[in-house]
């Protein structure tokens, strides 16, 4: 039986040092950390492995839940994930306990929530989006392809597939580029 955390942040440039301190106080025998989103369980390496090694008696630890998921669908499969394997999970900043049926309650309660703010933060960000576009300042992320390269390959012959090799990108993005 062994208490193991895991901690998540979001982007590179963010830390992880206050979660991981956490979870060393509250008692973390092993602790596994990714800066990697929490809107979808893919890419999750980490906290994979962790669920991997989880045994029987043991304990998943995170500071808040929203560390482990921000989508009532992929908190809900690790929680169903943990029972099976008859795992307990608890937060360090929140009343969460899954071995109590009030712990529970709270947790189905707070990845409502989390799942609610992540919709709000994506519709926040779309009515940014739109309206930059409107007033000009928006312009889409830059372009890594290099378009005159392209046109030149395909003056010299090659088709869209032998170019799309050649510069390792994607076919269709040739013709974008050839037909821009």
Do not use: W
């Amino acid at each position: 039986m062994g208490s193991y955390g895991y901690a998540r942040v979001s982007s590179v440039s963010q830390d992880l040092e206050i979660q991981e301190k956490a979870l060393k106080q509250a008692g973390c025998e092993i602790i596994r950390s990714e800066k990697v989103s929490g809107t979808s369980t893919q890419g999750r390496d980490e906290l994979k492995n962790l669920m991997d090694f989880l045994r029987e008696g043991d304990e998943l630890v995170v500071t808040r839940v929203d560390r482990l998921g921000r989508s009532v669908l992929d908190l809900q499969t690790i929680v169903k994930q943990l029972q099976d394997k008859q795992v307990s999970l608890r937060a360090t900043e929140q009343p969460i306990d899954t071995s109590t049926p009030v712990g529970k309650c709270f947790l189905d309660m707070l990845s409502v929530f989390a799942e609610f703010e992540t919709s709000l933060r994506r519709e926040r960000q779309m009515e940014g989006i739109a309206k930059a576009k409107e007033e000009g300042r928006y312009t889409g992320r830059k372009s890594t392809i290099d378009a005159d390269k392209v046109k030149q390959l395909h003056k010299g012959g090659m088709g869209a597939t032998a170019i799309a090799k050649e510069l390792k990108i994607g076919r269709a993005s040739v013709y974008r580029m050839l037909n821009a």
